[in-house]
């Protein structure tokens, strides 16, 4: 299930089942998605984008959904693995500009 | 081959001294950024700087200089460190222009830690 409050939000699944991790984003004008992976003691990694004039794409094992009109994001993995255990966040972006806007973050738990 | 770099990895520091944080990457990119992540994982971007010059200054105390002798490099110098400088420094490295891998790439990080 997952927790949101004064702590970061975490979401904890069963190994092999599949993942869900929103974002909500904040700037109607942004128009390219991010989401990284941070592991622990490392930097944020690249997984996977989108261009707003998508509403899905998809990597191995992962795919990314935009909802426009909500403003939401979400990160879907399939068959999680105890690898996939990591923080992940979500990052706008507006008009191939420089500044990303980072979400909160989510904390992914595997159990095993 | 790292790709983004950083030194040190960690920082202690006491109150009041003024440090310095390297960043280096060898991706050719010509943009480059500082970001602080606090104890609650919050990612913020600090500084951008694209060919050497600064583009985007977030609303950062003056006691933070970020400094490019040239595109590879962007170096963090803090000046009279305060305790609320404790937290996590990110640098990363992105391609300009319009082109479709626009996303950043992340060092390893460095903590500060200031008594």
């Known amino acids: 299930g997952e927790s949101v409050g004064l702590h970061l939000p975490t979401l904890s699944v069963q190994e092999g089942d599949n993942s869900i991790i929103n974002c909500a984003y904040s700037n109607s004008a942004s128009d390219y998605f991010i989401w990284y992976k941070q592991e622990s003691g490392k930097g944020p990694q690249f997984i996977i984008d989108i261009r707003s004039n998508m509403d899905k794409r998809q990597g191995q094992r992962v795919t990314v959904l935009l909802n426009k009109t909500v403003k939401h994001l979400s990160l879907q993995i399939a068959a999680t693995q105890p690898g996939d255990s990591a923080v992940y966040f979500c990052a706008e972006n507006w008009n191939y500009g420089q500044n990303f806007v980072f979400g909160p973050g989510t904390r992914l738990s595997v159990l095993p | 081959d790292t790709a983004v770099s950083q030194t040190p990895k960690y920082l202690v520091t006491q109150m009041g001294n003024d440090k310095s944080i390297k960043c280096e990457q060898n991706?050719?990119?010509?943009?480059m950024y500082w970001y602080k992540q606090d104890s609650k994982k919050f990612l913020k971007i600090m500084f951008s700087y694209n060919n050497k010059e600064l583009i985007i200054n977030e609303t950062v105390p003056n006691r933070f200089s970020p400094k490019s002798p040239d595109k590879a490099h962007l170096n963090l110098h803090i000046n009279s460190l305060e305790l609320g400088d404790s937290a996590v420094y990110f640098c990363?490295?992105?391609?300009?222009?319009?082109?479709?891998?626009?996303?950043?790439?992340f060092g390893p990080g460095t903590r500060l830690t200031v008594l």
């Open positions: 990363a490295s992105s391609p300009r222009g319009r082109r479709r891998d626009h996303t950043q790439y």
């Open positions: 991706l050719g990119h010509d943009t």
